[in-house]
Nanobody, 123 residues
Framework: QVQLVESGGGLVQSGGSLRLSCAAS????????MGWYRQAPGKERELVAA???????NYATSVKGRFAVSRDNGKKMVFLQMNSLKPEDTAVYYC?????????????????WGQGTQVTVSS
């Protein structure tokens, strides 16, 4: 079982910055893509940023140039640096990982989610 624990959400004024962290724990897995989704009230969950194990990154158009995703493979962590925050960035942010259970027969793929952390940007 892969568990993800997030931290770093909170309340910030428009134009401010926040850094989200997410740590994966457990054994017998390989982490491939790590990243972040968000869900605002009344809206669908959307991909914010993702980082592949090869170092490629992709971002939602709305956050390009403001957010940066990074990861520490040794610590099994993924981060989201959010700068120039806007009220429309207000949402619950969820980290996720796509990986492979290397300790199981057939090495099945999996996706795990964090519990979510609230980010609120005031105008």
């Amino acid at each position: 079982q892969v568990q993800l624990v997030e931290s770093g959400g909170g309340l910030v004024q428009s134009g401010g910055s926040l850094r989200l962290s997410c740590a994966a724990s457990g054994r017998g897995f390989r982490l491939d893509t790590m990243g972040w989704y968000r869900q605002a009230p009344g809206k669908e969950r959307e991909l914010v940023a993702a980082s592949s194990d090869g170092g490629n990154t992709n971002y939602a158009t709305s956050v390009k140039g403001r957010f940066a995703v990074s990861r520490d493979n040794g610590k099994k962590m993924v981060f989201l640096q959010m700068n120039s925050l806007k009220p429309e960035d207000t949402a619950v942010y969820y980290c996720y990982v796509d990986g492979v259970r290397t300790a199981e027969l057939g090495m099945p793929a999996f996706r795990s989610w964090g519990q979510g952390t609230q980010v609120t940007v005031s105008s």
